[in-house]
T-cell receptor
Framework: ETGVTQSPTHLIKTRGQQVTLRCSSQSGHNTVSWYQQALGQGPQFIFQYYREEENGRGNFPPRFSGLQFPNYSSELNVNALELDDSALYLC??????????????FGPGTRLTVT | AQTVTQSQPEMSVQEAETVTLSCTYDTSESNYYLFWYKQPPSRQMILVIRQEAYKQQNATENRFSVNFQKAAKSFSLKISDSQLGDTAMYFCAFMKHSTASKLTFGTGTRLQVTL
């Protein structure tokens, strides 16, 4: 058990709505990365937060945004949901200087369905 | 940009036998890490093994070992004495040794271990 938790486990939203996904990082970790895993695909990097600042972003539009809190937990927000946003959203926590670490621990994911 | 290719969508192996999963990657970086992750039906991504590119010696973790061919940009995973619990999706992943700890994943290989 890695200690990384995500909520909710599943949720269903309608196109155009907004959604917030949550991640609690493993104790002692200061960095959270978010990934989107479409069905049958490998995860794709969305962005990373290190000590409450965005520290790298993948090829995702601005309607994907995030936050990291002083306790290093994190939120992923997606506005104006589209059908293609349906996916498993994974967060991974790690510790390291300036967010650099090769030891990432993943949570169980949130399955988002957009109808 | 880095790319990771897994050309075997599905593989099957009998319990106690050995199986090799293939992965190739493309990068202009000289300093990087390669990983194999396992994703069982529970969805939680679990690190199986890690290889630093500057190390010539192939990494080994119990029944899992890799064949790292840097010049050929090849990184295969060998699972010895396969067990039913090894049934999962296996993802090959790449990470630059720099700024954000962004993982680039392949599309995965579904491994089924049978009796």
């Amino acid at each position: 058990e890695t200690g990384v938790t995500q909520s909710p486990t599943h949720l269903i939203k309608t196109r155009g709505q907004q959604v917030t996904l949550r991640c609690s990082s493993q104790s002692g970790h200061n960095t959270v990365s978010w990934y989107q895993q479409a069905l049958g695909q490998g995860p794709q990097f969305i962005f990373q937060y290190y000590r409450e600042e965005e520290n790298g972003r993948g090829n995702f539009p601005p309607r994907f945004s995030g936050l990291q809190f002083p306790n290093y937990s994190s939120e992923l927000n997606v506005n104006a949901l589209e059908l293609d946003d349906s996916a498993l959203y994974l967060c991974a926590s790690s510790s390291g200087l300036a967010g650099v670490s090769y030891e990432q621990y993943f949570g169980p994911g949130t399955r988002l369905t957009v109808t | 940009a880095q790319t990771v290719t897994q050309s075997q969508p599905e593989m099957s192996v009998q319990e106690a036998e050995t199986v090799t999963l293939s992965c190739t990657y493309d990068t202009s970086e000289s300093n990087y890490y390669l990983f194999w992750y396992k994703q069982p039906p529970s969805r939680q991504m679990i690190l199986v093994i890690r290889q630093e590119a500057y190390k010539q010696q192939n990494a080994t973790e119990n029944r899992f070992s890799v064949n790292f061919q840097k010049a050929a940009k090849s990184f295969s995973l060998k699972i010895s004495d396969s067990q039913l619990g090894d049934t999962a999706m296996y993802f090959c992943a790449f990470m630059k040794h720099s700024t954000a700890s962004k993982l680039t994943f392949g599309t995965g290989t579904r491994l089924q271990v049978t009796l």
